[in-house]
C-alpha cells in the first residue's frame, strides 16, 4: 500500500463514524443491570415484634387501648387496629423520658389492679379498671397534672386515639359508611 493511500484511510475514519449504523443495531435496547424486585407493605405482610415493652407491660397496653377506643358494631377498635403495637414501636423511637413515662405508667397499671383485685391489669374488666383510670375524668389543666401516672393516662389516650383513627383498618370501616369519606388524605403508605 502506498503512503498517500493509508493517509486517506485514517483521514476517512472519523466520516465513517458518522454514519448512521444498519437498522439492526439502532433498534437494540440497553439491558438493565439492575433486577426489578416486587415489594410489598411490611405490615400488610407481617405481624409486629414488641420490642419495648415487657409482655406484662405489654398486656396492660393492649388492655388500655381496648377501655379507651372499644369497637363498635361498624368501626374497629383499638385492638383491631393494632394501636398498642404501633405505640410499642412508636415509643421504642422515642425520646427516653418518653419511654420512661409509658413503663412506669404501664407498671403501675399492674400494680393497683393487682392491689385492688389481686389480678394483673389485662385480667380486669373495664367496670373494675374504672377506678384505677380515675385520673382521667379529673378537669383539665393548663399546665397538666402533676402527677407523673395522670400524665401518662392522658398521654396513653391521646395516643391510642391517633393511632386508632389513623390505621388503615378504621379508615377502610369510616369510608365504607359515609360517601364523602372516600379516605383520600387520610391514610398515608411509606414511600417505596
Request: aromatic share 8%.
Amino acid at each position: 500500500m502506498k503512503r498517500r493511500s493509508v493517509l486517506r484511510s485514517i483521514l476517512a475514519m472519523p466520516a465513517a463514524a458518522a454514519l448512521p449504523l444498519p437498522a439492526m443495531e439502532q433498534e437494540a435496547k440497553p439491558v438493565s443491570e439492575t433486577p426489578l424486585t416486587e415489594t410489598t407493605v411490611a405490615d400488610a405482610s407481617a405481624q409486629a415484634v414488641v420490642k419495648t415493652f415487657n409482655p406484662a407491660q405489654f398486656s396492660a397496653l393492649r388492655k388500655l387501648a381496648e377501655i379507651l377506643m372499644p369497637a363498635q358494631p361498624d368501626t374497629p377498635g383499638a385492638l383491631d387496629a393494632g394501636a398498642a403495637e404501633f405505640l410499642d414501636f412508636l415509643i421504642g423511637a422515642s425520646p427516653a423520658e418518653r419511654q420512661a413515662l409509658y413503663k412506669d405508667g404501664l407498671d403501675r397499671l399492674n400494680a393497683e389492679a393487682r392491689r385492688l383485685h389481686g389480678k394483673a391489669f389485662a385480667e380486669i374488666s373495664p367496670a373494675q379498671a374504672a377506678p384505677i383510670l380515675a385520673p382521667l375524668h379529673a378537669p383539665w389543666t393548663y399546665r397538666g397534672p402533676a402527677d407523673r401516672f395522670a400524665r401518662f393516662l392522658i398521654q396513653a389516650k391521646t395516643d391510642v386515639l391517633e393511632a386508632t383513627a389513623n390505621s388503615r383498618e378504621y379508615i377502610a370501616a369510616v369510608s365504607k359508611r359515609r360517601r364523602g369519606a372516600a379516605g383520600v388524605g387520610q391514610y398515608w403508605y411509606s414511600v417505596e
